[in-house]
């Protein structure tokens, strides 16, 4: 026989694979749960029950056609007012806050635009709390998020509660996680922004099983690692720190302060101090999305130093994709930030250096496709992340109810 420990294991794991698949197909029945698990129908209708009870799913008529005529539909969909999360993105210039309920829709948001580069650990912390109050501003009830994800453009640690360092701060090492919890009553985890961009795909269909990486070029370059079905996060740090991979020993400046970083040349101010003859020039702030695209408009018209500069970039990071093949098996990349909107000049010069620095080549020909929206990318990471937190929570939820359902 089973453990009691062994059995609400297995009950967790059923219920949190219904959870998965009405995040995957948002309305459901009890027959296509069934055989989207691999539950019997009526393991799936038994736990469908369970949820039902609890108010984490609700029912929905099939169409209007069916509640006229007096039979309400069996299709099931997740109860949005079961629980909210919050998230936040603290970038150069720019502190932003979302709350969405728990289909993952937007309730309410709040942002600042200011210089953060003076912020200590309580100023951040009291910044971050004041957007999260005016976010909840006119919600029902005013009940407070399960959990609150913080996605920081920088370092952050391996127990997602510190910032260790980032572009849009002087400070280091500040600890946000603690004093904001304690401040809020809401429970939080800060990781970097890039390598937590795979989880915007946790639920997406073409995604599912899927080993595969996120890069992001703009203001530096950082990637994501979607690995066995989990996103990668190091012992040390969080971030997957792919553009401070060596590309050319004693090479350009990086922002970092090391030489011969892959952002050192494809960040988007290497791109544009290489195409503005500038070398080793770092800007105090971002190059604007508006510029970037003049840069690459000159590329595309054949002008030589923006050509060769978005040629140099495109090299660095296929020299560093193929290097990492050769660790990993080759993987699809989704490629996102303002550097990645001129993939029409970077994929040949990308594809040639994996050629270039991969055994045999190996991953020059494997799939790349382009999330255009940056911002979106982020939030949506964060809040899968925070939705997926709730759903193991309630998976795992040990009352007399939940027990009921195989």
Not at 107 to 136: K, P, Y
Not at 167 to 176: G, Q
Request: contains cysteine; proline residues 4%; glycine residues 10%.
């Amino acid at each position: 026989m089973l453990a009691k420990t062994d059995a609400d294991d297995v009950r967790a794991h059923n219920r949190r694979a219904v959870i998965d698949h009405l995040r995957r197909t948002p309305v459901s029945t009890r027959k296509a749960m069934s055989a989207a698990t691999g539950l019997s129908v009526s393991a799936a209708s038994a736990i469908a029950t369970t949820l039902l009870r609890a108010g984490l799913i609700v029912e929905i008529a099939e169409d209007e056609r069916a509640a006229r005529r007096g039979r309400p539909g069996r299709s099931l969909a997740l109860d949005g007012s079961a629980a909210s999360v919050a998230v936040a993105k603290i970038a150069v210039g720019e502190v932003a806050v979302r709350v969405c309920d728990y289909r993952g829709e937007l309730l309410g948001e709040a942002r600042r635009e200011c210089d953060l580069a003076a912020f200590g650990q309580d100023e951040i912390v009291r910044l971050l709390a004041t957007l999260l109050g005016e976010a909840m501003l006119g919600l029902a009830g005013n009940r407070m998020p399960r959990n609150l994800v913080v996605a920081v453009q920088g370092k952050t640690d391996s127990n997602a509660r510190r910032i260790l360092w980032s572009p849009a701060l002087k400070a280091r090492d500040l600890d946000i996680a603690g004093p904001l919890t304690a401040l809020t009553g809401v429970p939080v985890g800060v990781f970097n922004d890039c390598s937590l961009m795979p989880e915007a795909f946790r639920w997406k269909p073409d995604f599912a099983r899927r080993d595969f990486a996120t890069l992001f070029i703009g203001v530096g370059v950082g990637m994501g690692l979607r690995l066995g079905g989990t996103t990668f996060q190091g012992q040390r740090s969080s971030a997957v720190e792919f553009g401070h991979i060596n590309h050319i020993p004693g090479g350009a400046l990086c922002r970092c302060g090391n030489r011969g970083c892959i952002e050192a040349y494809a960040g988007d101010y290497a791109i544009w101090r290489r195409a503005n003859g500038r070398p080793d020039e770092i800007s105090a702030g971002r190059v604007s999305d508006a510029d970037m695209h003049r840069l690459a408009a000159l590329a595309r018209s054949g002008e030589p130093a923006a050509t060769r500069a978005f040629a140099e970039a495109g090299t660095a990071i296929g020299y560093g994709l193929g290097r990492m093949f050769t660790l990993v098996d080759p993987l699809p990349v989704v490629f996102t930030g303002s550097g990645a909107h001129a993939m029409d000049l970077l994929e040949p010069a990308i594809r040639a250096g994996i050629r270039d620095s991969a055994i045999d080549g190996v991953g020059a020909d494997i799939p790349f496709s382009l999330a255009d929206d940056v911002d979106e990318l982020i939030f949506g990471a964060a809040t899968a992340k925070g939705l997926a937190a709730c759903d193991d929570e309630f998976a795992r939820a040990g009352n007399a109810e939940t027990r009921e359902a195989a």
